[in-house]
């Protein structure tokens, strides 16, 4: 009986030794092949990388040129506005002063 016991204790560590040996093999072997993947994938990330870099820079460009163009028309309707309380209050010199300039 005590020999049965010892055996199924032996086989019980047995094929727990294998299922752990097994698991660090499989560790193993997924680990080298992410390395493995991470390192070829390298190239191919910083030409991506770079890719989407070149966008990133083309949206700011558009954007860039959007807010100048709104802008520049800003600045039109201001002068524009400018021009008209300069001469709808040529005779109020308190308005003058609110434009920057005394009469």
């Known amino acids: 009986m ?3 016991n010892n055996d199924e204790v032996i086989g019980f560590i047995a094929s727990t030794v294998e299922s752990m040996r097994d698991q660090m093999v499989n560790m193993q072997v997924q680990m080298a ?3 493995d993947i991470a390192h070829m ?4 990330d910083i030409t991506i990388l770079r890719g989407d870099i070149e966008q990133v820079q083309l949206r700011l460009d558009g954007i860039e040129h959007s807010v100048s163009s709104r802008f520049e028309h800003v600045e039109g ?3 524009r ?3 008209a309380v ?6 109020r010199p308190d308005v003058l002063r609110l434009l920057g300039s005394a009469s």
Not at 41 to 44: G, P, R
Not at 86 to 91: A, F, I, N, Q
């Open 41 to 44: 994938a390298t190239k191919d």
């Open 2 to 4: 005590a020999d049965k």
């Open 33 to 35: 092949t992410k390395s």
């Open 86 to 91: 300069y001469v709808l209050g040529k005779d």
């Open 77 to 79: 309707e201001i002068s």
């Open 81 to 83: 506005l400018r021009s």
